[in-house]
């Protein structure tokens, strides 16, 4: 059977808790991230070490041993995996149109002038480089 890589798979919300505690602070134990998530969503040491180790099976994850704990660190960035995540919610929500996105985020939510000006300069930014890039 073959082991299909971690961008082929999805991060549930508890997943995402984790990760996000690990990108964060990595390498850590288990312990390190239950105490790290108590006032967040308090854990039993048994859950967080099980998602732990579905996070590594999964491979967004590594441990090494060091000592009596292994350690545990992502391999997998907060970028890549947001970009995924975002992937995901336009095919599922905007029939795979990012201008449909765009359009909502814009409709839908009062952005400062500061957000929006960054917004432009980001999409004058690229636009920028892909005309670079086709001369």
Known sequence: MVRKESTDKKLTPLETLIMNALWDDSPAAVKQIQERLKSVKPMAYSTVLTMMRILRDKGFLVSERQGKADLYRPVVSRDDAGRRSLGEVIDSFF???AEALVSQLLAGRSLSDEELKAIRAELDKTL?????GKQ
């Open 128 to 132: 920028a480089s892909r005309k670079s």
């Open 95 to 97: 029939s795979g149109s």
